[in-house]
């Protein structure tokens, strides 16, 4: 099953990125195809390269970049959203890309599900 992710909370005010990485994660281990994870509202915080967690902390931003390197998986940030919180090209965690709503809703029809998680 090919599967869309939509994340609409940041990193470390709630359990939706989390959540959503753990069920990409283990959406693939179990064989199936994570095409795209969409950020959206307070989401686009979780492609910030200025996020440094403490040592002892799970460092969400370098997980997701990971996750997706190694399986192929289109990060893209929403536009709008990012820019309202400050967030632009320069600096984006590396595998993470800006574009507009047209990607998740191309997401929406290429996926034969699409994920929310979070508000």
């Known amino acids: 099953m090919k599967f869309g992710i939509v994340v609409?909370?940041?990193?470390?005010q709630h359990q939706a990125s989390d959540s959503a990485y753990l069920?990409?994660?283990?959406?693939?281990?179990?064989?199936?195809?994570?095409?795209?994870?969409?950020?959206?509202?307070?989401?686009?915080n979780n492609a910030s390269k200025l996020t440094e967690p403490p040592q002892d902390d799970r460092h969400i931003v370098n997980r997701w970049a990971k996750l997706a390197e190694d399986n192929k998986i289109d990060l893209v940030v929403c536009?709008?959203?990012?820019?309202?919180?400050?967030i632009?090209?320069?600096?984006?965690?590396?595998?993470?890309?800006i574009s507009g709503l047209g990607q998740l809703v191309e997401a929406g029809i290429k996926c034969d599900r699409l994920v929310t998680f979070g508000d």
């Open 8 to 12: 609409n909370e940041g990193p470390y």
């Open 23 to 44: 069920f990409a994660k283990a959406a693939i281990e179990k064989g199936h195809e994570v095409w795209r994870v969409f950020f959206y509202h307070d989401g686009v």
């Open 79 to 86: 536009v709008a959203a990012a820019l309202r919180r400050g």
């Open 88 to 97: 632009k090209e320069e600096n984006l965690a590396q595998g993470f890309r």
